[in-house]
């Protein structure tokens, strides 16, 4: 099992930055990516920003640019997973949602989302 904790969101004004952190605790071995997807009400769920064990990363058209993802491993295991958001504009508010997904067998854990609000 992973725990997956978020943190980081707020209210920020068009133009402004956050920076959204995401714990993942538990049994760590065969993560093979972490990512961001956001939702906003009425919506699917999308992608936002994804990070794999080989450090390769994807970002929605959207964000690129203006988000980065990055992570932290402990013992060659990654358990952090932060998004720098970088001139934030009003379509990206949404609840933000970390994703830790496994092989061995293949999992995905989720966290409980953090609610990003940006103001024009």
């Known amino acids: 099992q992973v725990q997956v904790v978020e943190s980081g969101g707020g209210l920020v004004q068009s133009g402004g930055s956050l920076r959204l952190s995401c714990a993942a605790s538990g049994s760590l071995f065969h993560i093979y990516v972490m990512g961001w997807y956001r939702q906003v009400p009425g919506k699917q769920r999308e992608l936002v920003a994804t990070?794999?064990?080989?450090?390769?990363?994807?970002?929605?058209d959207s964000v690129k640019g203006r988000f980065t993802i990055s992570t932290i491993s402990t013992n060659n295991a990654k358990n952090t997973v932060y998004l720098q958001m970088n001139n934030l504009k009003p379509e990206d508010t949404a609840v933000y949602y970390c994703?830790?997904?496994?092989?061995?067998?293949?999992?995905?854990?989720w966290g409980q989302g953090t609610q990003v609000t940006v103001s024009s």
């Open positions: 994703n830790v997904g496994k092989i061995l067998p293949r999992t995905e854990y």
């Open positions: 990070v794999t064990s080989s450090d390769s990363t994807t970002y929605a």
